[in-house]
């Protein structure tokens, strides 16, 4: 066998084991098309001879030929896995639910207690102001205009009062 034959059948080979890997993964619940593009009926299987029950039922691709790609699912077996898919989803919707709650009430905390903070930025904007208004401004050029000179006894003090001031406004004095 030559290597581009080869190759080709290999990757024929891999194709159809994919394939059956997908249709066998795809088998969960309630099917709703066959993987061959077929409808899905609901196939009962006849006896010949019953009293009340008609037979077994199957979900059944309507192309069915037993090469494996196609659906015949028993009709307990999709229907058991269909109420557990269900059954997951609503415990899981409740979860959401309880944690929805959950962040209503952090978010209502974090309401009132950014509500608190900006309160007290108000408080802390009206001190600000008052403190400005009672603080006359002070002029660093005009105070080493006046003796404050880097040489002199009182050296220095014009730039100690300015931050002092600073720290007074800033609340940390």
């Avoid at 890997?21 to 006849?46: N, T």
């Avoid at 008609?54 to 196609?70: I, L, M, Q, S, W």
């Avoid at 009430?105 to 309160?119: A, D, G, P, R």
């Amino acid at each position: 066998m030559d290597p581009a034959e080869e190759k080709r059948h290999s990757k024929g080979q891999n194709d159809y084991i994919n394939m059956l890997g997908f249709v066998a993964d795809s088998e969960y619940g309630i099917p709703r098309r066959c993987p061959c593009g077929g409808r899905i009926i609901d196939e009962v299987r006849q006896k010949d001879n019953y009293d009340t029950l008609p037979g077994k039922r199957f979900f059944t691709c309507k192309n069915y030929e037993a090469d494996g790609f196609h659906y015949r699912q028993p009709w307990v077996l999709g229907v058991q896995e269909e109420i557990e898919r269900l059954t997951k989803r609503v415990e899981e919707a409740e979860q959401v639910m309880l944690g929805t709650s959950n962040l209503s009430k952090q978010i209502e905390t974090l309401e009132e207690h950014v509500k608190n903070l900006s309160e007290q930025v108000d408080y802390l904007t009206v001190q600000v102001a008052t403190l400005e208004k009672s603080i006359p401004p002070i002029d660093v050029d005009s105070a080493e205009a006046a003796g404050n000179s880097p040489g002199s006894e009182s050296a220095g003090h014009g730039l100690e009062l300015t931050c002092w001031r600073s720290l007074v406004v800033a609340g940390e004095a």
